[in-house]
C-alpha cells in the first residue's frame, strides 16, 4: 500500500491501449492488466482468428479468456485517486516506433521530452528533472527530443562536433581541430548557424517567389486546358451536329430519288399499259375483220362478194405509228449514273478537303446534280443582289446607283488609298462572295468585260498580272459592238452571233459550271465553262477604253 505523501508512478497504472487510468480493471493469465471495455474491443476485432492476444506480451490465449473485474486492483486505483493520482501526461508515455526514447529508464523506456547537446542523452520528464534543478546542468543546452544526436558526435574522437571548418564545409570536434584541420579557417558551428540561417532566410524567399511564380504558370496552363477543353467540346457538339445535318440531307436525297424513280416508272408503266390495251383493241378488230374477209371470199354468191367486199376491205387508219418508240432498258441508268457520279465526287472532295478540316470543323454541301435552268424564270430562282466594293474600284471607275453602276470617266476619283483597290487595270469587283447556285444580269454599253474572279487575283502591275481573263483567276466576256468573245488563262475563244446590251450570268461553284447568256426576249447561251472553282468568286467588270463606257448590275425582280 503507497503511504500518504508518497506520489506513486501513475504510469504503472494506466491502461496501454487508452494510456489513461484503469477503468473496470482486468488482469489476464499473463498479468497484464487493461481496462475491460479496451481489452474487449480489442479481442472483438480479433474474433475472426480464433486466438486472442495480450497487446504487450504477446501471449496468445486459446479459448478467449472469460474476463473479471479485478476487485483488489480497482479498490487501489479507487484509493490511489483520493491521493492525489492522475493519468500519466503524453511525455511520460511510453516510446513507440520512431520516438526518441529516454535513455535513463532501465524498464520500459518512456517517451523522450528533450534531448541535451552536451550530455547527449534523451530524458523523460522524470529523469529530466536534474537539468532543471542542479546548477552545473542547468547550462546544458536542451532542445526538443530528437533521435539524431549521434550526428552531433565526431566519429573519429568519439567527441560533440562544435566546430566548423569551412575550408573543408563540414563539422568537426576540438581534438579535429587541433589535428588535420590545423590552419584551416575555422568558426563556431554557432557562428556559421547564423550566418546560414540569413542564406536560408534568402533562399526561402527565392523557393516561395518560385512558387507563387510556378503557381500563376500553373494556373495559367489550367485556364489554357479548360479553354481547350470547352472549344473542343463545342467543337465535337458542332461536328455531331453538322454531320448529322449532312446525313439527314443525303437521307432526303435519297428518298427524292426513290420517289422520284418510282413516279417515273408509275407514269411510263401507266402511259405503256394504256398503248398496249389500245393496240390489244386493234388487234381484235383486226381480227374480226380478216375472218369477215376469209368468210367472204368463200361466197359463191358473186353479186354478194361484190356488194359486200367495198364495205370490209375499206381498213381504218391506225391510231398510232406503225412502230412503237420504246425507251431502251438503259432508261433509269441515268439516274444510277448521276448518283454514282454524286458519290465520285463525294469521296474524291472528302479526300481532298479533309486534311483541311480544322477544330472548328466545316460542312460538305452535299446536293444531287441539277439541271441548268432553261427560262429566264428558273434563272431568276437563282438572282443575288450584286454590289460593287468601293475599297476594290480603280481611281478612273465612278460608282453609282447605290454601288451597282461603274462607268469610265476621264476625272480621276478621290478614293481613299486601300490595298484591294486595282491600279493596273480599270476593273473593279463586288462585295459579295458567291458560292452556290447564282445568276444576275449585267446591262453594258461602248465596250465591256463582264467577268468573275478569285479575291487573291493581283491588284497591282500589266493586264496580264491582273486584267479580267488574262490569268487563271479569272474567266471574263469581253462585249463590244454587238459582239463577244470569251477568255481566260490569256486565251481567247470566238464566240458567233450577236450579243444583247444584257448579259445573265450563271453560276453554279459547286458543280463548276459558270454560263453567260445574251438576254433579250429569250435566252441565248453565249458560252459554258465546266471547270473547279477552288475558291468562292467575286462578280467584276473592266471597262478597258473610252470615257462613258458603264456596265450596271441590274435589279432583278
Do not use: T, Y
Given at each position: 500500500?503507497?503511504?500518504?505523501?508518497?506520489?506513486?508512478?501513475?504510469?504503472?497504472?494506466?491502461?496501454?491501449?487508452?494510456?489513461?487510468?484503469?477503468?473496470d480493471p482486468v488482469t489476464l493469465p499473463c498479468g497484464h492488466s487493461y481496462c475491460m471495455s479496451c481489452i474487449k474491443d480489442c479481442w472483438d476485432a480479433e474474433e475472426h482468428k480464433g486466438i486472442y492476444s495480450c497487446p504487450q506480451c504477446r501471449q496468445t490465449f486459446t479459448p478467449r479468456p472469460v474476463l473479471e473485474k479485478s476487485t483488489m486492483l480497482a479498490e487501489l486505483l479507487e484509493e490511489m485517486k483520493t491521493m492525489g493520482l492522475q493519468a500519466a501526461p503524453p511525455d511520460l508515455c511510453y516510446a513507440g516506433p520512431g520516438d526518441a526514447a529516454c535513455d535513463f529508464c532501465t524498464t520500459r523506456k518512456r517517451k523522450a521530452l528533450k534531448s541535451c547537446l552536451v550530455c547527449l542523452a534523451s530524458y523523460c520528464e522524470q529523469h529530466l528533472q536534474p537539468h532543471y534543478n542542479i546548477a552545473p546542468l542547468k547550462k546544458h543546452k536542451l532542445v526538443e527530443a530528437t533521435v539524431k544526436l549521434h550526428e552531433n558526435i565526431c566519429s573519429r574522437h568519439d567527441e560533440v562536433m562544435k566546430i566548423f571548418c569551412r575550408t573543408d564545409q563540414q563539422c568537426i570536434c576540438s581534438l579535429c581541430s587541433m589535428d588535420e584541420h590545423e590552419g584551416h579557417r575555422k568558426v563556431s558551428a554557432a557562428a556559421e548557424r547564423t550566418e546560414r540561417q540569413e542564406e536560408l532566410g534568402l533562399s526561402r524567399r527565392k523557393i516561395q517567389q518560385r512558387i507563387q511564380d510556378t503557381e500563376k504558370d500553373v494556373k495559367v496552363l489550367q485556364q489554357e486546358v479548360e479553354a481547350i477543353s470547352r472549344s473542343a467540346d463545342k467543337a465535337v457538339e458542332d461536328s455531331e451536329e453538322i454531320f448529322t445535318e449532312l446525313i439527314r440531307l443525303l437521307e432526303k436525297r435519297r428518298s427524292d430519288v426513290k420517289q422520284q424513280i418510282r413516279s417515273q416508272q408509275e407514269e411510263?408503266?401507266?402511259?405503256?399499259?394504256?398503248?398496249?390495251?389500245?393496240?390489244?383493241?386493234?388487234?381484235a378488230e383486226l381480227r374480226r375483220k380478216d375472218a369477215e374477209l376469209e368468210q367472204l371470199s368463200h361466197t359463191q354468191d358473186h353479186i354478194h362478194f361484190l356488194q359486200n367486199y367495198p364495205s370490209l376491205s375499206c381498213l381504218s387508219e391506225s391510231t398510232h405509228s406503225p412502230s412503237i418508240n420504246i425507251r431502251p432498258l438503259s432508261y433509269f441508268e441515268d439516274v444510277t449514273a448521276a448518283v454514282s457520279e454524286l458519290r465520285d465526287k463525294l469521296q474524291e472532295l472528302l479526300s481532298e478537303e479533309w486534311s483541311k478540316i480544322s477544330l472548328t470543323g466545316t460542312g460538305v454541301d452535299v446536293l444531287l446534280p441539277q439541271p441548268e435552268p432553261k427560262t429566264r424564270a428558273e434563272f431568276l430562282q437563282y438572282s443575288c443582289h450584286i454590289t460593287l466594293d468601293p475599297n476594290t474600284a480603280n481611281t478612273q471607275l465612278s460608282l453609282s446607283e447605290e454601288n451597282r453602276k461603274a462607268t469610265l470617266t476621264a476625272k480621276e476619283q478621290s478614293y481613299p488609298s486601300h490595298p484591294d483597290r486595282f491600279t493596273g487595270c480599270w476593273q473593279v469587283l463586288s462585295r459579295e462572295s458567291l458560292t452556290g447556285r447564282c445568276y444576275w444580269e449585267v446591262e453594258w454599253k461602248g465596250k465591256v468585260d463582264i467577268a468573275v474572279s478569285y479575291q487573291d487575283i493581283s491588284r497591282t502591275g500589266s493586264r496580264d498580272a491582273c486584267g479580267f481573263g488574262f490569268s487563271d483567276k479569272s474567266w471574263a466576256l469581253v462585249c463590244y459592238n454587238k459582239k463577244c468573245h470569251y477568255r481566260h488563262n490569256n486565251i481567247k475563244t470566238k464566240i458567233p452571233g450577236r450579243v444583247s446590251s444584257r448579259v445573265g450570268v450563271y453560276l453554279d461553284h459547286r458543280a463548276g459550271v459558270l454560263s453567260f447568256y445574251s438576254v433579250s426576249e429569250t435566252m441565248t447561251l453565249l458560252h459554258r465553262v465546266q471547270t473547279t472553282f477552288t475558291q468562292p468568286l467575286h462578280a467584276g467588270v473592266w471597262i478597258p477604253n473610252y470615257s462613258g463606257d458603264s456596265a450596271e448590275f441590274c435589279e432583278l425582280r
Open positions: 500500500m503507497a503511504q500518504r505523501g508518497i506520489q506513486p508512478d501513475s504510469a504503472k497504472f494506466c491502461c496501454s491501449i487508452c494510456l489513461d487510468l484503469l477503468k411510263e408503266v401507266s402511259r405503256a399499259e394504256e398503248v398496249q390495251e389500245k393496240l390489244k383493241q386493234e388487234i
